[in-house]
């Protein structure tokens, strides 16, 4: 077998194989619900407001140790 067929059979495997992964993650995703506004509000309260947090005043700078 020589080098350019065997490159182009590894090609075409890797080509099935994304196109493969990429329909069975597509597929699971096809019966996922949309929340409603009582369960988004429900998580919106829970995990917090998608705000941005206000500035630190006078706090510690972040810098890297090294």
């Known amino acids: 077998m020589s080098r ?3 490159i182009a059979l590894v090609l075409a495997v890797a ?5 493969a992964t990429i329909l069975i ?3 699971r995703n096809t019966g996922k619900p ?6 988004r509000a ?3 309260k829970f ?3 998608s705000k941005e947090l206000p500035l630190i005043k006078d ?4 810098r890297p140790k090294w």
């Open 4 to 6: 350019p067929v065997l």
């Open 15 to 19: 080509a099935a194989s994304s196109a």
């Open 25 to 27: 993650v597509n597929f």
């Open 34 to 39: 949309v929340l409603s506004e009582e369960q």
């Open 42 to 44: 429900v998580r919106e």
């Open 47 to 49: 995990f917090g407001s």
């Open 59 to 62: 706090g510690q700078d972040m």
